[in-house]
């Protein structure tokens, strides 16, 4: 029998979504479920992981919830293609991840560098909660409940992807083959790796106020890309400026098509040009930052207005989500119920159960 290819991908649902996320994921993701080449497509809310540094704040995750299904439809993300679930609504993730505990040694958790990260970044270097600690574990279950075969992710999430394959190993292993080991599918281009904040920081966050959201106005997008940092060694429009670090241009690299310079820009004959010309000295930033802004209205204002009509009617989109929910709970209730038996503890399941401990203690007499 053909195995079927299935993605699974997701977001934590703590604030709306930005151009970090439409560059390094979303947009892909649309690509990928239009393209014909999966069988079944699963992006969830990962509300369950973002209540793992969010405990005491759960309206922050319960309100974002709706913002972010509002992101992935205005991005072009299609129920009838693709299946949109929230993590917490499907308890068999809970289960898988607690058989998955004991295939995990701390020690091997503590090695995992996208955790050292995350733990750095939110000062839980003293007090780690468990929950927090152990993520990869549940990002396993997340992954293998719904059987991905592909997990497209940035290149950060390598070390979860692989401690996702070694659990799967280990499961199939001890207990014969039941589950299915995924494989990462990165960003194409190389400038959606990462894509820094507004102010040149490596990474996009609302309390460092950096972002460009998906749902801004134009009004907003203009003056966000107006106070972008650029080479602070370009004073003067004479003087040479860098490429290197220079977030707007990192924007153009990971924005601008060859249309864009024939439309905005057609001095230049592609984002080549524009850079050498920048390089030598000559090129003001404005000019640059002027058409990054053109480049970034023409991006988003399909998605702005998508989601304005998406907005008046927010009851379809919760019961676009209870779908979705039921849908993904069938699939992992599947899953789980292999694992269960794969690790004979289905015994009211198992028709032999009782004829097998009936002949034991029959035997034993």
Known sequence: MKQEKIILTGDRPTGKLHIGHYVGSLRRRVELQNS?????????????????????????????????????????????????FIQSQIPELC???????DLVTVSRLQRNPTVKTEIQMRNFETSIPVGFFTYPISQAADITAFKATTVPVG?????????AREIVRRFNHIY???LVEPNILLPENAACLRLPGTDGKAKMSKSLGN?????????????????????????????????EGNTVFTY??????????????????????????????????????????????????????????????????????????????????????????????????????????????????
Do not use: W
């Open 252 to 365: 153009l690299d990971a924005f601008s098509k060859q249309e864009h310079f024939e439309r905005y820009l057609p001095e230049y004959q592609n984002l080549d040009e524009l850079k050498a010309h920048y390089q030598r000295g000559g090129l003001g930033d404005m000019k640059v930052k002027k058409l990054l802004a053109a480049i970034m209205q023409e991006e988003l204002e399909p998605i702005r207005n998508r989601r304005k009509e998406f907005e008046k009617d927010i009851p379809a989109v919760c019961e676009m989500l209870r779908q979705g929910c039921e849908v993904a709970r069938e699939a992992a209730a599947q899953t789980l119920s292999e694992v269960r038996r794969a690790m004979k503890i289905n015994y009211f399941d198992d028709e032999t159960f009782v004829a097998e401990q009936t002949a034991r203690f029959t035997a034993a007499k």
């Open 211 to 243: 972002c460009i959201y998906l749902s801004d106005s134009a009004d907003e997008v203009e003056k966000k890309v107006k106070s972008m940092y650029t080479d602070p060694n370009h004073i003067k429009v004479t003087d040479p400026g860098q490429i």
């Open 155 to 163: 290149e950060d999430q390598e070390p979860m992807l692989e401690q």
């Open 36 to 84: 014909g080449l999966y069988d079944k497509i699963f992006i969830f809310e990962a509300d369950g992981q973002a209540l793992t540094d969010n405990i005491d704040n759960p309206e922050k995750v319960r309100q974002n919830v709706i913002e972010v299904a509002l992101d992935y439809l205005a991005c072009g993300i299609d129920p009838k293609k693709s299946t949109i």
């Open 95 to 101: 289960e898988l991840t607690f058989y998955f505990m």
């Open 176 to 178: 014969g083959e039941t």
